[in-house]
């Protein structure tokens, strides 16, 4: 089994009209073997910018305070929150910083720009950076959740149509991926605020 | 994105085989037997079916729930199948499930350097009533008033221990049969789906499948 799929999991973000939402599962294993339901790799960055990294889970806990501590920097020295666009290329270099030994973690990040448009990217563990405009995955059912996303994505989505579809989406993939499921957790960002909503699904 | 690549350069959901991890099980009760299995079939991680049936009749009142490679378990519950038939021409009379496990073994054991199989052989005969046989990969035979197979069940050895009493009526082995199962699929990745149950005695058989909402959570 590859390194990636270790611990297992997935993210997707996808785009609305003014929108955003990200949603996770909720399983860390070890292997085929789970340990916890209530693993958290979706993580708020600023008011309206989440961050979302599948792989090897020791190294998504060591990104997640590294971005923290970093973020904390910047916001010291230059007096205001990160733009979307400028944390991605921070994500972006700080794991190509680690080329020939990188960090086992596949970054999504999902926020708004400051005139409200969403903004959507996906790495992969050396950071190469794909900017998509409708929705963004990562994780061990990766391929399945192309497949859904593709299927039910529709521009110019409402915050619940979103909720919606982005939720569907991921718990049709995660049911034909063994090490990932037990519970799904979905943030939908707005220029009012994000508001957090877990959805039942299938425990095994 | 880094994949695991098998050595054609193909992803390894294209090429890998179809395992059934699963988490099997099946217990005797005086009378007949119950048996209860998982639904998932596995190619790497990929699950390839979630809703498959690891309870294979054999004849009318003899089963078997088939762990390990897909397609090792049906080569050989075929081939049993085919030699009881036979076996019933010759003799006039419905197989003993002994016979039936003998033949499992027989061509586990022979076969053991290729194959990948764990086999549980449940069912009823006239002759002992209900009776449960264990034949697990490299081919023994152990007849067992409980068995629980696949890689499902390493995690519910404890709870079956606890929980199997002798003496219990059909409903209390379907209720244990259902919550081990549950248990099992819900902390191994290559068990889930369904829990498909049958209940096999000397009135005949009956099938079940417990799904969604009705697979027991803890």
């Known amino acids: 089994m590859s390194i990636l799929e ?40 600023t008011d309206s910018l989440y961050l979302g990294l599948t792989g090897l889970h020791t190294d998504v806990t060591t990104l997640h305070n590294l971005f923290n501590f970093k973020l904390n920097l910047y916001a010291m020295r230059e007096g205001r929150t990160i733009k979307p666009t400028t944390f991605a290329s921070l994500v ?62 529709r521009k110019d989505m409402n915050p619940d149509e979103l909720f919606e579809t982005l939720g569907q989406s991921l718990m049709a993939a995660l049911d034909r991926d063994c090490i990932s499921g037990w519970g799904v957790d979905v943030h939908i960002i707005t220029k009012e605020g994000v508001t957090t909503k877990s959805l039942k699904a299938r425990m095994d | 994105m880094e994949r695991p690549m098998s050595a054609s350069g193909a ?58 490679s897909a397609a090792d378990t049906q080569a050989i519950s075929d081939y049993v199948r085919y030699y009881l038939d036979m076996h019933v021409v010759e003799m006039g009379t419905p197989p003993l499930v002994k016979t039936a496990a003998r033949l499992f073994r027989e061509l586990c054991y022979s076969n053991k350097t290729q194959l990948m199989a764990g086999m549980i052989c449940a069912g009823w005969d006239s002759a002992k009533g209900g009776q449960v046989f264990c034949v697990p990969i490299g081919g023994s035979l152990v007849e067992q008033p409980f068995a629980i197979g696949g890689s499902g ?66």
């Open chain 1, 92 to 153: 972006s270099s700080t794991l190509y910083e680690k080329r020939f030994g990188p960090y086992f973690a596949e970054p999504v990040i999902a926020g708004l720009q400051a005139d409200g448009t969403p903004f959507l990217c996906a790495m992969d563990l050396l950071g190469a950076m794909a900017v998509a405009d409708d929705f963004v995955v990562s994780g061990t059912c990766a391929e399945s959740l192309f497949g859904t996303c593709e299927t039910f994505f």
């Open chain 1, 6 to 45: 270790y611990n297992g999991g997935c993210v997707v973000a996808m785009a609305g009209k003014n929108c955003v939402a990200i949603a996770s599962d909720k399983r860390l294993g070890v292997q085929l073997s789970t340990i916890a339901m209530d693993c958290n790799r979706v993580f708020p960055m």
């Open chain 2, 11 to 68: 992803p390894e959901w294209m090429t890998a085989e179809h395992s059934m991890g699963t988490s099997i099980m099946a217990v005797a009760f005086d009378g007949g037997v119950v048996l209860g299995a998982d639904s998932r079939t596995t190619t790497g991680t990929y699950i390839a079916n979630r809703v498959s049936d690891k309870i294979t009749p054999m004849t009318d009142s003899i089963f078997c729930c088939r762990s390990g």
């Open chain 2, 153 to 218: 069940s390493t995690y519910i050895y404890g709870y079956c221990d606890a929980h199997y009493k002798e003496g219990m009526t059909k409903e209390e082995c379907q209720a244990f049969v259902k919550n081990a199962v549950a248990l099992a699929m819900s902390r191994d990745g290559s068990s889930g789906g369904v829990i498909r149950m049958v209940t096999v005695d000397k009135d005949g058989t009956d099938r079940t499948c417990f799904g969604g909402e009705q697979v027991p959570s803890f």
